[in-house]
């Protein structure tokens, strides 16, 4: 079995390679569903967003490198939770892409794992992920990791 690549926490030097996968993230989802057609400076807003999964100390975004190259990212962030729940807080993974090229030779896993050892380090004690319901490789990929089904998203066309 190959080993997979180390993962390693992103910096800003990192987001110029890291834009790259992204795009591709967010294609692969426009291809699953029209709705995550990437908009007009799609990629500034993302460099964006990203500048602050880097700053703030509740949100983390990691990198896998193979010889140089990024080969998969991750993106965790600690979300608030409702005033009117006990529970105070819970972890979201937003972003997860691993490269075709290098898939199922335990790169998203590495990178799920250190997203969750980040939540674990915040003490939050829950984690949550959105997956399409036509993502048949990410469905299967975190039930995987133990992910079960908790909210049915629903949608309807106006
Ligand atoms: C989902 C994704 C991140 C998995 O990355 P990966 O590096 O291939 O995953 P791993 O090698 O760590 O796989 C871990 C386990 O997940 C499961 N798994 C991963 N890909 C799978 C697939 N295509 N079909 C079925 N099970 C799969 C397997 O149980 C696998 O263990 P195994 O290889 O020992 O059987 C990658 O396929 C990807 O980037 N897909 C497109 C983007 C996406 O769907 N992201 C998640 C959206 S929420």
């Known amino acids: 079995v190959t080993q997979a690549p180390p993962v390693r926490r992103a ?8 834009a790259a996968l992204w795009t591709a993230l967010l294609a ?8 995550y057609r990437a908009g ?17 100390p509740g949100a983390a975004l990691f990198v896998s490198e193979s010889g140089g190259v990024p080969v998969g990212l991750c993106a965790v962030e600690i979300a608030q939770a409702s005033p009117f729940l006990a529970e105070r807080a819970r972890a979201e993974i937003t972003e997860l892409w691993v490269e075709p090229a290098a898939r199922r030779r335990g790169v998203g896993r590495a990178l799920a794992e250190a997203a969750l050892a980040f939540a674990g380090s915040r003490g939050v004690s829950r984690v949550e992920i959105r997956v399409h319901a036509r993502n048949a490789e990410g469905r299967s990929f975190w039930r995987a990791l133990g992910f079960e089904p908790f909210v049915d998203v629903l949608a ?3």
Do not use: F, M, T
């Open 11 to 18: 910096g800003p030097r990192d987001l110029d390679r890291l």
């Open 40 to 56: 007009s400076g799609a990629e500034a807003a993302w460099r964006h967003l990203a500048e602050g999964l880097l700053a703030r």
């Open 28 to 35: 692969h989802h426009a291809g699953l569903d029209p709705v």
């Open 156 to 158: 309807r066309r106006l």
